[in-house]
């Protein structure tokens, strides 16, 4: 069975900020300082914003693997890692391992490990049943070892490598002339210790002589079989023991299943899975990775022993912004500075939600609380999380402990915070080759207000040339964004960073209402509702619009 996963995401919400993503790495980072048992890595629910990369980029941090669900996959189940069998294997032998390994189904493998087929108990079945086919050796091009390994058989004559090509079996008649009538040259022939049938077989120019019941055979008959090109093979068995056994020599990929196989990978869905077994009567089901190469089998059994995977959410405790399948997988901690949202657990979890502007400034206090210096690498991170937040202390977010925070990471980092900051603000605002799609998910939440689904998006700019530009780009697109995100109401904070205002644009049934309701404003001839004054969709723009909404 593969080891128990013992690794814990670090995420944060859909659609990434940079205080989302740099969060996740500095605390996963600081994670793995603990010392127990588990592994702590940093995952992404979305693409990269321009911001993030710029900032990733420059500190030289590959950007955390993507995580769009952690729903319970395949790769989490204790599937059983059993070796996969040769297609040449006999009948004989796949029962006796299926019976000692307690299992109705066996993978057939190449050498290369590719998935060939799979042989089950039914049939093997079937193929026992199969009494009336004389020529089965011939047409499965079974091997000797086959049969010398069925029989307990030893080759006295003959190459033990070769192979059945040719001839139908015979159980070897009361006489010699009974003989004659019924073989062919090439026939397989089970005899007795009777010299004379020997001898008619041989010459009768049988391809193979199974002389059972232990008889000798003498040495006339042996330099005859050798002279004529007979194969002899020897064995214990009576005639009618080795006449059972003689069909489950034939090798099982004559017999196995080679089209539409049923089988899984480590990333197909655990729910997926369950559905496709409720309508397969087998009871084990071959798993292959991306390239086909056969890895185990998984049981029913197997899925009742799932381990749900481990999350740590960062910078968001909001149903609706946490990755797909969250409720699914065990949440350890949540690290925020949101307001408490509707995200439920299933037991206890460490919860630390505090007043800041930034994620990462939580963050870093915990670093200091453990006694631990951030690399300049994560302080970067961390300075340049609490930048983009707290738009360079300019928000009504920012505190005293944010800016603070920022000079002392700064200093470990090794960067000057003004121009570091209008580098990275230039970065994010850069219009040039992006989709409006693109621009409108850099920064995008949704949200819930009773029974009321409503997103915010929120881009900051310090020309007023690109805020313009966005607008243009995001207007048009704001009624398709509404049929994509899955809400009633959408809204896109346009912020002028240095003059400390945003234009508000807006599409849905009740948007305009709400920023009247909310804010006592109208929209302008462009459709802008400017907002003075409105640079924090947290502090300033949210909670308008959700008083707004609960009064309607």
């Known amino acids: 069975m593969p080891k128990r996963n013992r690794k814990v995401v670090v995420i ?98 190449s050498q290369e490990q590719d998935l060939l087929g799979v042989i089950t ?6 193929a026992n049943m199969d ?131 049923v089988h899984f990978t480590p990333v197909t869905p655990v729910d997926d899975a369950l559905h496709i077994m409720g309508k397969v009567r087998h009871r084990y089901f071959p798993i292959v990775d991306a390239e086909g190469k056969y890895i185990g089998m998984l049981s029913r059994r197997n899925l009742m022993n799932l381990e749900q995977r481990k999350l740590i959410l960062v910078d968001h405790n909001e149903a609706t912004q946490a990755v797909e399948g969250y409720d699914r997988a065990e949440i350890l901690e949540i690290i925020d500075h949101h ?3 509707s995200l439920e657990t299933s037991g206890p979890v460490y919860f630390r939600n505090q007043p800041v502007g930034c994620t990462a400034t939580i963050v870093y206090q915990m670093y200091q609380e453990q006694g ?24 009504p977010t920012c505190t005293r402990i944010d800016e603070m925070t920022a ?64 607008r243009a780009l995001l207007q048009p697109y704001l009624e398709e964004a509404c049929r994509r995100q899955g809400v009633e109401d959408v809204y896109v904070l346009l912020t002028d960073v240095p003059k400390g205002t945003s234009s508000v644009i807006c599409s849905g049934h009740r948007a305009q209402q709400v920023l009247q309701e909310g804010f006592d404003a109208e929209c302008d001839e462009n459709g802008v509702v400017l907002l003075e004054g409105v640079v924090s969709r947290k502090k300033q723009f949210l909670p308008a619009v959700m008083a707004a909404y609960q009064q309607m």
């Not at 020599?249 to 004559?254: G, N, V």
């Not at 949704?446 to 881009?459: E, I, K, L, N, T």
């Open 12 to 109: 944060g919400h859909q659609n990434p900020d940079t205080d989302s993503i740099c969060s996740a790495i500095a605390y996963a980072a600081l994670k793995n300082q603990a010392g127990d048992d588990l592994t702590y890595e940093a995952r992404r629910a979305g693409r990269l914003n321009q911001e993030s990369a710029f900032v990733l980029n420059r500190f030289g941090v590959e950007p955390p693997r993507m995580c769009t669900d952690v729903l319970p996959k395949v790769r989490d189940v204790e599937y059983r890692e059993m070796e996969g069998v040769p297609g040449d294997m006999s009948l004989r032998r796949a029962w006796t391992l299926m019976r000692d390994r307690q299992i109705d189904t066996l993978p057939v493998i």
């Open 121 to 126: 108990v039914k049939d093997i079945a079937t």
């Open 131 to 261: 009494v009336f086919d004389t020529h089965v050796l011939a047409k499965s091009h079974t091997s000797y070892r086959n049969i010398l390994e069925t029989l307990s058989g030893e080759m006295l004559i003959g190459d033990p490598d070769a192979i059945v090509e040719r001839g139908k079996l015979l159980i070897g008649a009361s006489s010699p002339e009974l003989m004659e009538a019924a073989m062919e040259a090439g026939d397989i022939v089970l005899l007795s210790n009777r010299y004379e049938s020997q001898l008619c077989a041989i010459e009768m120019e049988a391809s193979l002589i199974i002389v059972c019941s232990g008889a000798t055979v003498g040495r006339t008959i042996l330099k005859l079989a050798e002279e004529n090109g007979v194969t002899i093979i020897a064995t214990n068995h009576d005639s009618y023991a080795a006449a059972k056994l003689i069909s489950q020599c034939a090798p099982i990929a004559h017999y196995m299943t080679t089209k539409d196989i």
């Open 339 to 341: 307001r408490i949202g």
């Open 372 to 395: 631990v210096v951030p690399t300049p690498q994560i302080a970067g991170l961390l300075l340049a999380a609490i930048l983009s937040d707290t738009l360079m202390f300019r928000s």
């Open 407 to 470: 000079k002392k990471l700064a200093e470990i980092a090794g960067v000057e915070i003004e121009s570091f900051a209008a580098d990275m603000f230039q970065a994010a605002e850069n219009l040039e080759g992006r989709s409006a799609e693109q621009v409108f998910l850099q920064d995008f939440k949704a949200f819930m207000c009773g029974d009321v689904r409503f997103g915010v998006a929120q881009g900051n700019y310090m020309t007023r040339n690109n805020l313009e530009a966005a």
